[in-house]
């Protein structure tokens, strides 16, 4: 199928107009789905496999999803769904964009496959078309759109990158047993032989402060979220507070 052919997942009707009701739904499919890419990853969650776990011909739930892009395209869309964006904007737009930060994290620690999807694809489906239109309002009467887009890629970086980071350690936790301060104690050796070198000191003062108590997860993401929310406040008009007082 050329590219003037395709139709996109949204716009494909999920039963004719006539007939008998489908046995299935794209929403049964994608549940089962994502279930599957939770628990054994995203390569897991196939056409045949999906139809075991329903119950189905797997030749058959291609009349509902006709493609592997569109397959990826539910799954994410559906994830979007999981983030809380309701009553976006409330006239705080500090507020808005850490509870969307929070919201948007928290998704990728419980489907850590989402690293592994086809992020470029350009999907528009409901639920991402939903948050578009919540968290771009947040600053939308304030800023150009140019420069919206422009402050949200800076936030979805950071907030997708310290994700992934995270994912990134569970994934290797996982596949190896080991965890990470089991880890760091296995790496002793090697780091004691770097520190006596005196050949690296801006290494040596971040292993020796390695040893000192650190930062939980959610506090080095919730720093990191707040430097970025004040590169954005310099963006801002003069006149817009930072945020609204405690109600």
């Not at 808005?96 to 928290?106: E, I, M, N, T, W």
């Not at 402050?151 to 350690?169: I, Q, S």
């Not at 650190?214 to 929310?229: A, K, N, P």
Request: glycine fraction near 8%; hydrophobic fraction near 45%; include cysteine.
């Amino acid at each position: 199928m050329s590219d003037a052919e395709h139709v996109s997942i949204w716009m494909r009707p999920e039963r004719p107009a006539r007939g008998p009701k489908p046995a299935y739904s794209r929403a049964r499919i994608t549940e089962a789905a994502v279930r599957i890419a939770d628990a054994e990853g995203l390569e897991a969650a196939t056409m045949r496999r999906i139809a075991a776990d329903i119950g189905a011909g797997a030749m058959s739930l291609y009349r509902y999803v006709p493609s592997r892009d569109d397959l990826i395209q539910l799954m994410a869309d559906r994830l979007m769904g999981e983030i809380d964006v309701e009553g976006m904007p409330s006239g705080d737009w500090r507020a808005d964009l850490v509870r969307y930060a929070d919201g948007l994290r928290a998704m990728w620690l419980r489907h850590p496959w989402i690293a592994t999807a086809n992020r470029a694809l350009l999907g528009f489906g409901p639920n991402q078309l939903r948050l578009i239109e919540a968290v771009m309002g947040v600053l939308d009467p304030h800023l150009p759109i140019d420069e919206n887009l422009g402050l949200m890629a800076v936030l979805h970086g950071y907030v997708e990158g310290a994700a992934r980071d995270e994912v990134g350690w569970i994934e290797e936790v996982r596949r190896s047993g080991v965890g990470e301060d089991e880890w760091l104690a296995r790496s002793r050796p090697y780091l004691r032989h770097l520190l006596e070198s005196g050949e690296y000191p801006v290494f040596s003062r971040i292993a020796l402060e390695a040893n000192r108590p650190r930062m939980s997860r959610d506090q080095q993401f919730r720093y990191g979220l707040e430097r970025v929310l004040d590169c954005i406040a310099t963006s801002l008009p003069a006149s817009l507070p930072p945020a609204l007082p405690p109600g």
